[in-house]
């Protein structure tokens, strides 16, 4: 059990997840330790201070698209707390707000991830002509309007529980909001099902696995992306009491009253094969937090990472008022994270797992 940290207390060891981990095939390990991102990350020299204005620079589209197809859902309410705004279909839900400002962070989230995979969408094998793919938590819908773009002859759907998703989408593009944890409204026969971090703030993972099992068709494939924000550090330039350590011990106990577990990541490939999945796979990548890498890229991954991790200060302000913490608290708490995150000098990075299974045939 983690207790609540005050922002200038010590961490506290937490007890390991009791959700069982059964052995996969292959098996994980072994797995993992094929991925050449296992080894060290080599640090820059003098600190690892680089310039940061060429990676600024080039930045991104996130919502160019040439297309024609509207949302389908009318669920358009929202709520307001502390100046964030929320969505009200089943309010409650998830504390993460849905503003602008969360919608900029989830699709930096995007293109980090597609700087760390060298620009795949994603890694199960779903072969060349798939007909349904669907995106389960889509967000932004960023994902889905780019694979639709990529493979022009699937249907795409993507699913979230707010309503945020653009207007002009690829013409086989569409949208609907719903809750995976429920029933299922949205049809069978899907030859992919693609979460990214969904399987941190699902309540009942194992459910919304057996449903998607349920749905796939004969073959079909599943594939989860999935950030572990457990600070990890390999040349041991990270205290025991680091910040950031403190501040995620802080992130799994607010969540945790929303009923989700920070932890899973590492453990999918259980839920997977309790679903009833074969083949499953799990590639771990080193993403590092902050520009102190020597790497070109991985110092743009490592930008990426600080910077959706320092916005996920106030976008934690509701979560944390959960747990009795002041404004003031939570004040704090932002300035020793924003410094932190700023010393180079101290080499963390996070884990990433992209794990994928296929229902039998």
């Not at 919608?103 to 199960?124: I, S």
């Not at 993972?205 to 494939?221: C, E, I, Y």
Request: net charge negative; with cysteine; glycine share 8%.
């Amino acid at each position: 059990m983690s207790t609540h940290l005050e922002p200038g207390g010590t961490a506290k060891e937490r007890s390991p997840s009791k959700a069982p981990s059964p052995r996969v095939s292959p098996p994980v390990d072994e797995a993992i330790a094929q991925e050449p991102s296992a080894e060290v990350i080599e640090a820059a020299e003098e600190g690892g201070a680089h310039e940061e204005d060429e990676f600024l620079a080039e930045g991104w589209d996130a919502t160019s698209s040439n297309a024609s197809t509207s949302v389908t859902s009318s669920v358009y309410q929202h709520t307001f707390e502390n100046g964030r705004r929320y969505h009200a279909y089943k309010y409650g839900r998830y504390p993460i707000p849905n503003d602008d400002l969360e919608q900029n962070r989830e699709d930096m989230k995007h293109a980090m991830v597609l700087e760390m995979t060298d620009g795949k969408l994603f890694y199960a094998p779903i072969g060349e002509s798939p007909k349904k793919i669907i995106d389960i938590g889509t967000g932004t819908g960023i994902w889905a309007i780019e694979v639709g773009d990529q493979i022009p002859s699937a249907e795409i759907l993507g699913l979230d529980l707010s309503p945020i998703q653009p207007q002009w989408v690829p013409p086989n593009v569409r949208f609907m909001i719903d809750d995976v944890e429920d029933d299922w409204m949205s049809g069978s026969g899907w030859d992919f099902a693609h979460f990214r971090s969904m399987a941190l703030v699902l309540r009942d993972l194992q459910r919304a696995v057996d449903q998607t099992f349920r749905h796939l068709k004969p073959g079909g494939w599943i594939e989860f992306q999935e950030s572990h924000g457990m600070p990890r550090c390999d040349d041991g330039t990270m205290k025991d009491d680091d910040v950031m350590k403190r501040y995620y011990d802080l992130c799994v106990e607010a969540m945790a009253k929303f009923g989700m577990d920070l932890d899973v990541p590492s453990e999918l490939g259980g839920y997977l094969e309790r679903a009833g999945f074969t083949n499953i796979t799990c590639i771990r990548r080193k993403a590092p937090l902050g520009v102190w890498a020597k790497d070109k890229r991985m110092r743009l991954i490592g930008l990426y990472t600080r910077d959706i991790a320092q916005h996920s200060l106030p976008s934690m302000g509701k979560a944390f008022a959960n747990l009795g913490m002041s404004e003031t608290e939570r004040e704090v708490w932002g300035a020793q994270v924003k410094a932190s995150l700023k010393d180079n000098d101290v080499h963390r990075y996070y884990h990433y797992y992209f794990w994928y299974g296929q229902k039998p045939e």
